[in-house]
């Protein structure tokens, strides 16, 4: 009788685990790409749990948005809010591969939010100041890797949209 009750607590405790490996508290990823942006420039396949793999096809110009008050990379002097981790800031005349936008940006959810934890290529801001103009890039930063920046939005193909 021990063994059968043992067996049953056994198979509930794994069916169980199995419901919760296979949710996700954050929305699907894909939600955060402006309606507007082209579909085809976007693979997205849901895996187990949180775990997805996001490509894009033209990743020359990928742009992820988000905002000094919801990252823990401190705001560089004079830097507007909001900030891209982007592949934009690189020689343009060298086609980039896709990539995988998970691993490469070690993106995780936690608490029903996307956060990204890596930035390969730096971030960009603007500096809020007239006499400037553009986008300031940081390069990589290697004690950023790890921080944790709320996601607003992702476009692949960033055309201005």
Not at 62 to 83: K, R
Not at 102 to 123: D, H, Q, R, V
Not at 147 to 160: A, V
């Amino acid at each position: 009788m021990n063994i059968f009750g043992f067996l049953v607590f056994f198979c509930l405790l794994a069916k169980v685990s199995a419901k919760c490996a296979d949710s996700c508290e954050c929305p699907e990823f894909s939600t955060l790409r402006p309606s507007e942006a082209d579909a085809s420039e976007f693979q997205f396949t849901q895996l187990a749990g949180c775990a997805a793999n996001a490509t894009c096809v033209n990743p020359n110009n990928f742009v992820m948005q988000c905002l000094f008050t919801d990252t823990e990379i401190p705001q560089p002097l004079g830097a507007s809010y909001v900030f891209r981790i982007a592949t934009a800031g690189r020689n343009f005349s060298i086609p980039a591969s896709s990539f995988d936008v998970f691993s490469y940006f070690g993106i995780i959810c936690e608490n029903g939010l996307w956060y990204a934890t890596k930035y390969p290529m730096g971030i960009g801001y603007t500096v809020e100041d007239p006499d400037t103009s553009g986008i300031t890039y940081t390069n990589y930063v290697e004690s950023y890797d790890g921080m944790k920046s709320k996601i607003l939005g992702f476009i692949c193909n960033y055309n201005g949209i």
